[in-house]
């Protein structure tokens, strides 16, 4: 069965008090409009449309990063929910398919459920997804009797005894896309808010002899955010779900509580992660790994046996093959470690290759950066890098080959070879004694004056 998704993010989410629309507010390093764009994706929709409206050059871009198949249509001006889903009409309307209409800040429902109302779709034309609130607020609220749904009413319009209902609307809907858009069409808008609702089309359908369906799902998967207290309060039901769903998985989490996990977090079984790690977009653990406590990690690759911190930082583009240890108070960015390597303290390595088995020494620095250009540092299989040394890039380093302890290397080295960059000592005999002698004495000379 083919469907496509409408995602609704024209909205100005005012109650958030910000500069940045609502959709773009982050929950677990993504924003939640990513969310609601991973739940349509999970079913392998025909097309997914994203409605514009409030910085809608922003939320296009954001929606284009996710994936670039992603179509936007900007509606403007905003005049209600049944108004926004008639903005992807030209693009959906002629389509054999079902449709479902999504919201940008709801960022939590599952896809089992959306599977569920395109199942109920066999039973009903327009499947509604409801949940039974536990303070059902204003929500829009369902009239219904067992599964069949008669109307949705409006908490502006709802009389006392409609507002009495529990079962609340969660907005997601689910028709072909044809009786959609045909059901659309007829919406007013004489109501409280002179809005078009796009509630308002069960009440038409059943009108016209088409039955309309309920399907629920807990209220946590219809958890929308409006203020920045429910965007904290989403972020925390994200991370507690993650973090079960790791141990589930057979990950350790030595203290799960202190782990914040991103939407698109991988880790393998019996990885294990150490307490305070942050995890930012795009980061994957393999099996068997280990992330000690108090890293941060974004955009990068560690595999199987690695081991990684305590207090270390793998920055976009980090790649450690196995068995690779990066140690404490390092700091790794777009480099390729490969096996074995091992760069175990207070270290910063950027745009940079290192062969297999290499150790990079203590305070050895990538200086990759000339103030305009980065440029890229190669290192060769079973070097040494000596404590202290200054990579200069762009420059190379041979197989095998060592560099002393602080030299600053700003020529290629051959393999095999020894590098000494650093200046010649000088021994200055009895010079210690008589110099601390000297120094005490002028001390000594100004305490009396
Ligand atoms: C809507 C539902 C209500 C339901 C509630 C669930 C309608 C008429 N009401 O009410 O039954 O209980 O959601 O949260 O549908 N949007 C646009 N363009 C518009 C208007 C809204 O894109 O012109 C988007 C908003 O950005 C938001 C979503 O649609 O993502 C819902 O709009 P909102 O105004 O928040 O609807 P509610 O009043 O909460
Ligand atoms: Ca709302």
Do not use: W
Not at 209 to 215: D, T
Not at 226 to 249: G, M, V
Not at 318 to 336: C, R, S, T, Y
């Amino acid at each position: 069965m083919s469907v496509s998704f409408i995602i609704l993010a024209a909205g100005m989410g005012s109650r958030m008090n910000s500069d940045t629309p609502k959709v773009l507010h982050h929950i677990a390093a993504a924003p939640l409009l990513h969310h609601a764009l991973t739940a349509a994706r999970s079913l392998e929709p025909t097309r997914i449309v994203v409605v514009t409206g409030h910085e809608s050059a922003a939320v296009a871009k954001s929606a284009e990063a996710f994936d670039p198949s992603v179509e936007c249509v900007l509606q403007d001006p905003q005049l209600g929910t049944a108004h926004a889903v008639d903005m992807a009409a030209p693009l959906l309307a002629d389509s054999s398919g079902e449709a479902i209409v999504l919201y940008g800040d709801t960022p939590f429902i599952r896809p089992e459920t959306l599977e569920a109302m395109l199942h109920a779709r066999a039973r009903h034309s327009v499947v509604v997804l409801g949940f039974e609130a536990k303070d059902p607020g204003r929500y829009g609220r369902l009239v219904a009797s067992g599964e069949n749904l008669e109307k949705i009413v409006e908490y502006k319009e709802a009389t006392d005894e409609e507002r009495s209902i529990t079962l609340c609307n969660s907005g997601v809907i689910c028709a072909s896309a044809k009786t959609l858009f045909e059901l659309i069409a007829q919406v007013g808008n004489s109501n409280a808010a002179a809005e078009f609702y796009l509630t308002d089309i069960v009440e038409i359908a059943r009108a016209q002899g088409l039955s309309a369906g309920v399907v629920t799902c807990d209220e946590s998967e219809t958890l929308g955010v409006n203020t920045r207290a429910q965007l904290a309060e989403a972020e925390a039901a994200f991370q507690s779900r993650a973090r079960a769903e790791a141990l589930e998985n057979g990950v350790t989490l030595t203290a799960p509580e202190t782990v914040f996990f991103a939407l698109d977090t991988h880790i393998g079984r019996d990885a294990i992660i150490g307490p305070n790690v942050i995890f930012g977009p795009a980061v994957t653990i393999e099996s068997g790994a280990e992330i000690k406590a108090f890293c941060h990690l974004e955009g990068c690759h560690v595999s199987r046996g690695a081991t990684v911190g305590p207090f270390a930082r793998l920055r976009p583009g980090a790649e450690l093959a196995e068995d690779v240890h990066v140690g404490n108070f390092v700091e790794i960015k777009n480099a390729i470690l490969d096996e074995g390597v091992k760069v175990g303290h207070l270290t910063y390595i950027g745009d940079a290759d290192i062969g297999e088995f290499t150790n990079i020494g203590a305070g050895t620095v990538t200086c990759n950066y000339d103030g305009v250009m980065k440029h890229r540092t190669k290192i060769g299989k079973r070097a040494f890098i000596g404590s202290d040394t200054m990579l200069v890039a762009p420059v190379s380093i041979g197989n095998d080959a060592l560099t002393a302890s602080g030299s600053v290397i700003t020529e290629n080295v051959p393999d095999e070879a020894l590098a000494v960059g650093r200046s010649k000592q000088v021994n200055k005999p009895g010079l210690a004694t008589k110099l601390m002698a000297r120094l005490k004495a002028i001390k000594a000379a100004k305490g009396k004056s």
